[in-house]
Nanobody, 116 residues
């Protein structure tokens, strides 16, 4: 599975950005798709995730609830992360993540910088 992410960039506090990620491969049995981020000097953390299976779930980090929205196109194997009301503490490299057949795949990362 290869992941291709787009979006990211430099914005001012309070502004919005949208990240997109597409998964490419021959066989899919996706257990979860989502976004993680890693800020300088910090560990990588989950930002938002959609799990499949019975019912499926949406998971968000507490710090982004109410501001970020994750969505998935099941037919195209893409996910989007709409980020509103961005804060300087959202500055990080954002990584697209897919768990396919129980294996983890990561995109290369896209930098989001929130600064005035």
């Amino acid at each position: 599975v290869q992941l291709q992410a787009s979006g990211g960039g430099l914005v001012q506090p309070g502004e919005s950005l949208r990240l997109s990620c597409a998964a490419f491969g021959r066989r899919f049995s996706i257990d979860a798709m989502g976004w993680h981020r890693q800020a300088p000097g910090k560990q990588r953390e989950l930002v938002a995730q959609i799990t499949t299976g019975a019912g499926g779930t949406l998971n968000y980090a507490d710090s982004v609830k109410g501001r970020f929205t994750i969505s998935r196109d099941y037919a195209m194997n893409t996910i989007d992360l709409q980020m509103n009301s961005l804060k300087p503490e959202d500055t990080a490299v954002y990584y697209c993540h897919v768990k396919n057949y129980g294996m983890d795949y990561w995109g290369k990362g896209t930098l989001v910088t929130v600064s005035s």
